[in-house]
C-alpha cells in the first residue's frame, strides 16, 4: 500500500516541476538564446537581416561564424553608455519616488479595519482593467498646455502662463511613478499585512516613539517586501519605451529608445540584441546579490 | 527526457502552425496590410463584389513596424505598402517577388515622370506599383504665427533653419519630425549642398545648422504634431504632407478655432511615395496583381485622393479629383516647386548608421 502513494507523488511532483520547467524552457531560455546567438552574428541585408552563426559549407562541420562588431561597437564612445547612465538615473528617481507614496499610503491601509482595506485594495488593481496605453495618454490630456492641470493653476491666479509640462524628463518621472506604484504597493502590503503587530505594540509599551518603531522594528521586517517592489519597479522602469516616448521630450536618450534606434532606424538587430543582453546581465547580478540578503534577513526573522 | 518532450512539444506546435498557414492559402483570398486611413471606405468592398475575392485589410502606422516583419518573413500578407525609401533597401534584402506585369493592363495608366523617380528607389521599376505620394514640409498654426511675425517667411526653411526666426515660435512649440535621413537631406539641400552625400564634412554641416537651431525646438516626433498641431500645443511643425493635413481637417473638425496650413519651401523638400509591393512568400499573387490592376483604374484613384487628400499617380484621374485636392499646389505642387523636390535616398549601412548616431545625439542636446 505504501508504494504506490509514493509513487503518486513523485508523479504529481514531476508534473509540478515539469510544467514550470517546460515553460521557462520554451519561453525564457530558448528566446534567450535566440537572442544571444544574433548578438555574435552580424547585421546584413537580407531575410533574416543578420548573418547565420553556422555556416553549412561543404565540410563534415560547419564553419563557425562569430562576431563581435556589436559589442566593440557598445563601447567605441559614451554614446551607448551615456544612455544607460541615463536610464538608471531616471529609474533610481523614479523608483525612490514610488517607495516614498507607496510606503505611508500602505502604512495608513493597514491601520484601516478590513473591509476598508479590501476596497483600497481594489481601488489600487483597478487602474489594471483599462490599458495601460490609454492611461499614459490621459497624462497627455492633463499635462498639455490647454490641460486641466494648466487650466486649475491659471484659474486659481497661481501662474499667469500656462507651464510647459507636457515633454519633459518631469512628465516621464510621473508617467513612470503613476504606473508603477501598484507594483511597489502589493508587495509593500503584503509584507505588512504578514507583520506581527504585537512586536510594535511591545515597542510602543517600552516607550520607543513613532519614528524609532518604524525604522527599527517595521523596516527590518518588511524588507524583504520593500526589495520585492524596489526590483518589480526599477527593472522595468529602466528599460521603458512607451512612457518616454508618448510623454518625454527630446533631451533624454533612453536606453529602450536605442535598442528601437538599433532595430528599426539602423536595421541593425544583432546591436540590439547585444544591448539587450547586456542589460540583462546588468540587472542579473545585483538581482542575485539581493536574493542572497533576503534570504539572510529571512534566516535572521527565524531565528528571532 | 524533459528536453525531449520540450522538442516534441515544440514540434507539435510548429506543426499546428503550418498546417494553419496551409489552410489560408486557398484560392481567391487576399491579404492587404495598408495604412491606417489610406483608402476610400468602399474601395475593398467593391473590389470583393467586382471579383469574387475575399479580402482581409489590416493596418499599420509606421514604416518601422512594417519593415520590423518583412524582414523577419512569413507575414502572411500578399500586398504591403512601405515608403519607396525604405522598401529601396527591403528590394536588397530579397523580400519582394518581382510583378509580373502582364497581368496589369492598367499599368499603362501610371505617371511616366513618377515611375522615372520612383525607379531611383526601385531600379527597372520592377517590384514597385506607386498608390499615393506627397512630400514632407511645414505646417503651422495660422494665427499664432501672424501674430509672432507678421512678416513670417511662409514659403521658405528660413521659418525652421534660421535662429532669429525660428526663436520667435519656441514659446508656442515647435516640432520636428523624426526621421534622420530626411533631415540631413533636408539640411543638406539648404545649405546648397548634395542632398545625398553621405561625406563627412556635408553632415557635419547638416549637423551645425540643426544644432544652430535645437534650443527652439520642443520635440522630435514622427507622429505626435498631428494631434498637437490640432489642439494648438504647438504652432510649427516639419511633418509629411497627408499627416500636415489631417492635422488640419482635425482643427476645423473640433471647432476650436485652430487654423493650420501647410506648404512646401520653395528652397525644395523630399518627395516620397507609398507603393505596393508583393513579398516573395506572398500566397495569393494572382489576386494581387487582380488588386494592383484595380488601384490603377483612374476611377478607383480618384475615389481614394478624394478621400484622404494625397496625390495619386494616374494621371487620367485628374478630371475626377476634386477642385479643392487638385488646384491644392500642397497637394500637387506646380511644376516650379515640382522641379526642386528630390526624394529620400536612405544610403549605406554607415552613412545610416553615423546620421542616426548624430541625430539621436542632437536630439539629446549632447
Known amino acids: ?304 | 527526457m524533459k528536453t525531449y518532450s520540450a522538442i516534441k512539444t515544440t514540434l507539435i506546435c510548429l506543426a499546428i502552425s503550418v498546417s494553419a498557414n496551409g489552410a489560408m492559402a486557398s484560392e481567391n483570398k487576399l491579404n492587404i496590410y495598408n495604412w491606417s486611413d489610406y483608402i476610400a471606405p468602399d474601395t475593398i468592398a467593391n473590389f470583393d463584389a467586382l471579383t469574387g475575392i475575399e479580402t482581409t485589410y489590416d493596418v499599420f502606422d509606421s514604416n518601422e513596424v512594417l519593415e520590423g516583419k518583412l524582414l523577419g518573413g512569413q507575414t502572411g500578407y500578399d500586398l504591403v505598402v512601405p515608403t519607396a525609401s525604405f522598401m529601396e533597401m527591403q528590394i536588397q534584402a530579397g523580400v519582394f517577388m518581382p510583378l509580373d506585369k502582364s497581368k496589369l493592363k492598367n499599368y499603362a495608366n501610371l505617371d511616366p515622370e513618377i515611375m522615372q523617380l520612383l525607379a531611383k528607389h526601385d531600379p527597372g521599376n520592377k517590384y514597385a506599383i506607386p498608390y499615393l505620394w506627397g512630400t514632407t514640409g511645414i505646417a503651422y498654426n495660422i494665427d499664432k504665427i501672424k501674430q509672432r511675425m507678421p512678416d513670417a517667411p511662409l514659403d521658405s526653411w528660413d521659418m525652421i533653419f534660421k535662429p532669429e526666426v525660428i526663436a520667435k515660435f519656441a514659446d508656442c512649440g515647435v516640432a520636428i519630425i523624426d526621421a534622420p535621413s530626411e533631415n540631413f537631406e533636408i539640411a543638406q539641400n539648404y545649405l546648397g549642398l548634395d542632398p545625398h552625400s553621405g561625406a563627412e564634412a556635408d553632415m557635419d554641416a547638416a549637423i551645425d545648422l540643426w544644432k544652430s537651431i535645437r534650443p527652439y525646438v520642443r520635440y522630435f516626433h514622427s507622429s505626435q504634431q498631428v494631434d498637437d498641431l490640432a489642439t494648438g500645443e504647438i504652432c510649427l511643425a516639419i511633418g509629411w504632407s497627408g499627416d500636415m493635413f489631417q492635422a488640419l481637417n482635425d482643427a476645423a473638425d473640433a471647432g476650436n478655432g485652430v487654423k493650420i496650413d501647410y506648404y512646401i519651401p520653395k528652397e525644395g523638400s523630399t518627395i516620397w511615395f507609398d507603393v505596393f509591393g508583393i513579398p516573395n512568400d506572398a500566397k495569393n499573387i494572382d489576386a494581387a496583381h487582380k488588386f494592383l490592376d484595380y488601384t490603377m483604374d483612374a476611377k478607383i484613384a480618384a475615389a481614394n485622393s478624394n478621400e484622404i487628400w494625397y496625390a495619386n499617380a494616374i494621371p487620367s484621374s485628374m478630371p475626377m479629383i476634386l477642385d479643392e485636392i487638385k488646384n491644392n499646389v500642397s497637394v500637387y505642387p506646380t511644376e516650379k516647386i515640382k522641379a526642386n523636390l528630390f526624394i529620400d535616398k536612405p544610403g549605406d549601412a554607415a552613412t545610416a548608421r553615423a546620421r542616426n548616431k548624430a541625430w539621436a545625439r542632437l536630439k539629446a542636446g549632447s
Open chain 1, 1 to 304: 500500500m505504501k508504494k504506490p502513494l509514493s509513487n503518486k507523488i513523485n508523479w504529481f511532483k514531476g508534473v509540478l516541476l515539469g510544467v514550470p520547467s517546460l515553460w521557462l524552457a520554451v519561453f525564457l531560455f530558448l528566446p534567450l538564446m535566440l537572442i544571444l546567438k544574433m548578438s555574435f552574428a552580424e547585421a546584413i541585408l537580407a531575410q533574416p537581416p543578420f548573418t547565420a552563426l553556422l555556416n553549412w559549407g561543404e565540410g563534415l562541420l560547419p564553419e563557425l561564424n562569430i562576431s563581435f562588431f556589436s559589442y566593440a561597437l557598445l563601447i567605441e564612445d559614451n554614446y551607448y553608455i551615456g544612455a544607460l547612465l541615463q536610464s538608471l538615473t531616471l529609474a533610481t528617481i523614479a523608483t525612490s519616488c514610488t517607495l516614498l507614496i507607496a510606503l505611508p499610503m500602505v502604512l495608513a491601509m493597514i491601520k484601516m479595519p478590513n473591509k476598508w482595506q479590501n476596497i483600497f485594495l481594489i481601488l489600487v488593481i483597478l487602474p489594471f482593467w483599462t490599458s495601460f496605453l490609454i492611461r499614459v495618454y490621459s497624462w497627455k490630456i492633463l499635462l498639455r498646455n490647454d490641460g486641466f492641470i494648466n487650466q486649475i493653476l491659471l484659474y486659481f491666479g497661481l501662474i499667469n502662463d500656462p507651464l510647459p509640462m507636457l515633454y519633459s524628463q518631469f512628465a516621464v518621472l510621473i508617467g513612470i511613478v503613476y504606473s508603477y506604484l501598484p507594483f511597489m504597493i502589493l508587495p509593500l502590503f503584503a509584507g505588512l499585512k504578514k507583520l506581527d503587530y504585537a512586536l510594535v505594540e511591545a515597542a510602543e509599551d517600552l516607550g520607543a516613539k513613532p519614528l524609532t518603531i518604524f525604522f527599527r522594528v517595521i523596516l527590518p521586517l518588511i524588507y524583504p517586501s520593500i526589495i520585492a517592489g524596489i526590483i518589480l519597479v526599477f527593472i522595468p522602469a529602466t528599460g521603458e519605451f512607451v512612457i518616454p516616448d508618448l510623454l518625454g521630450g527630446s533631451d533624454s536618450l533612453l536606453i529602450g529608445k536605442l535598442i528601437w534606434i538599433e532595430f528599426f532606424n539602423n536595421r541593425d538587430w544583432p546591436t540590439a540584441s547585444a544591448i539587450a543582453l547586456i542589460l540583462l546581465i546588468l540587472f542579473a547580478l545585483p538581482l542575485l546579490i539581493l536574493n542572497k540578503f533576503t534570504r539572510k534577513s529571512q534566516k535572521w526573522q527565524d531565528l528571532v
